[in-house]
């Protein structure tokens, strides 16, 4: 079977090593797990989630009358915090999770995307997730990449024309740097041809699957009832199918990019 988060990390660190904008990566703090999605179905591809932002101030909820403007009701109080995922002694910065099987059949054919890659093979459109997900991946280390706007201000939408063309740039760059075949390769196999290639199609996962440590966490302001700290020992291997994610007993490997 093939590992496919795990030959996802290995493009990425090529991709890091042969991409100077994304060189301040260190891709031990970066894990790559998979989530379940249906190729048929809409939805996202990959989303980078980002472990590092700061614990909120304390603060609660609470309701008004919407007559009176009364005070009705309020909830706890809390904080939001991320939590720790650490493996081994890294404590990991960014969860990278790609949507299987949808991601898999990603193509270029029919999507906006094509536009950026008038030539290219319809696989493109998995490296440019990658390389995407990454590039989300902020050099100031204070969460997800926020986009200069043309006069200078932060957007606060994280996406804008300019990402996507930079995106674009970082995969002909990488593609132009000769860079071994064999790392990409799986990308050009849709997932039924994956299947018939490797018997099966795996992928890291956490422990409370399809759960997965949310970047942000609502805590009460009283003693811990959830973990706050997730380790390798939360993670399995599960096989993906068309329909299901199913869980293999065996012990996998896992580790950071
Ligand atoms: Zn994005």
């Avoid at 008004?64 to 939001?80: A, K, N, P, V, Y």
């Avoid at 969460?143 to 939408?157: C, K, L, Q, V």
């Avoid at 996406?159 to 930079?166: A, K, R, T």
Wanted: hydrophobic share 35%.
């Amino acid at each position: 079977m093939i590992n496919y988060t795990e030959r996802i990390a290995l493009l990425m660190q090529d991709i890091v090593a042969r991409t100077p904008a994304l060189s301040f990566i260190n891709l031990a703090e970066v894990l790559v797990f998979g989530r379940f999605g249906r190729a048929d179905a809409d939805g996202a591809f990959a989303t980078c989630h980002c472990l590092t932002l700061p614990e909120s101030e304390p603060g609660y909820y609470f309701w008004r009358d919407r007559h009176t403007g009364e005070l009705t009701r309020r909830s706890e109080w809390f904080i939001t915090k991320t939590p720790i995922v650490r493996i081994g002694c890294t404590r990991i910065k960014y969860l990278i999770s790609f949507v299987l099987p949808r991601f898999c059949d990603q193509s270029l054919t029919r999507s906006w995307k094509k536009e950026l890659y008038p030539d290219a093979e319809p696989w493109f459109a998995k490296l440019d997730t990658i390389v995407h997900e990454l590039y989300h991946i902020d050099p100031d280390a204070s969460g997800i990449r926020r986009i200069a706007r043309a006069d200078g201000s932060h957007s606060p939408r994280s996406h804008g024309p300019l990402f996507y063309e930079q995106v674009a740039s970082m995969v002909r760059g990488y593609l132009d740097s000769s860079p071994d075949a064999g790392m990409y390769d799986f990308l050009a196999t849709d997932f039924d041809g994956l299947h018939r290639r490797f018997r099966g199609v795996v992928a890291t996962t956490f422990r409370n699957f399809p759960s997965f440590p949310p970047a942000v966490k609502i805590e009460p302001m009283k003693p811990l009832t959830q973990p706050a700290l997730y380790t390798e020992d939360d993670l399995h291997i599960r096989e993906f199918t068309d329909g299901s994610a199913r869980r293999l007993t065996r012990k996998g490997q896992h580790r950071a990019a």
